[in-house]
């Protein structure tokens, strides 16, 4: 069985726009973990408010990098790592860049390399995520976001892939697939989180070399319990990274 520990914030955790929680069915790591399959541990660690390496005096305890040793220890063996992290970085009173939020997740990545996991266990790779866009009336909702983190939110996706790119790590810019809500311009609705999953799952199944065959005309991943719609046997074809997403994988 392959172990992924997902580490992010509250779009992983699955806030809703609206208000509460998305169902586990409906949050992309749900969605995921059920088109993964039995092969895969999928461990989800989502915190609302959560940043790179920031210590925020208003939302105590939500710095990452001084979270993350913990559960890496915690949760071995493990196989992957994804990092989902970046929106509260965009935070007015950080006052950042996004070559800052970058070197970030570069220092979070060099700590699930380096994190000492003993002899029996074996170090994980990394999966980079750049958040979807903040959208320009954020601040009308939550008083530590103006339009300077819709500004600098467009910059984090190629500042993190290019971080990704020089390191070897997986990388998705998730903006290119999904985008805050208009009620609260912030978080996903339920079709983000399924476009997340979607975008996301044909990279993990290619970084582990799994045979399994995706149709990306033919099979659809959906939230909310739904059945998969089968792909036709005579089109079926392995599955690759979607049009515009760019990964990085060490060779073997």
């Known amino acids: 069985m392959k172990h992924i520990l997902c580490f992010g914030d509250s779009n992983l955790f699955g806030s809703n726009p609206s208000g509460g929680r998305w169902p586990l069915e409906q949050r992309w790591t749900g969605i995921l973990a059920r088109s993964l399959g039995e092969d895969y541990h ?25 979270q993350l040793p913990m559960l890496l220890h915690s949760h071995r063996p493990l196989d992957l790592v994804i990092l989902s992290l970046g929106t509260n970085d965009c935070k007015t009173l950080f006052n950042t860049s996004a070559r800052i ?15 000492p996991y003993g002899e029996h266990y074996t170090t994980p790779h990394v999966l980079v995520v750049a958040p979807i866009h903040i959208e320009e009336r954020v601040g009308e909702f939550f008083p530590s ?108």
């Open 101 to 115: 939020t970058a070197k970030a997740l570069e220092k979070l990545a060099l700590v699930v390399r380096n994190y």
């Open 42 to 66: 999928l461990i989800e660690e989502g915190l609302g408010g959560r940043t790179t390496i920031f210590d925020d005096p208003l939302e105590e305890d939500k710095c990452g990098v001084r």
């Open 145 to 252: 976001f103006d339009r300077s983190s819709h500004l600098l939110s467009k910059q984090l996706g190629p500042a993190i892939k290019e971080m990704a790119e020089r390191n070897n790590l997986l990388f998705l810019d998730a903006s290119l697939v999904a985008q805050s809500s208009p009620i609260d311009q912030l978080h996903m609705d339920r079709d983000g989180h399924s476009s997340v999953a979607a975008a996301l799952l044909p990279m993990i199944l290619d970084w582990f070399g799994d045979e399994r065959f995706l149709d990306a005309g033919d099979q659809e991943i959906k939230g909310g319990g739904e059945t998969e719609k089968e792909a036709a046997p005579s089109s079926r074809r392995r599955g690759r990274v979607p049009q515009g997403f760019k990964l990085f994988k060490k060779k073997s």
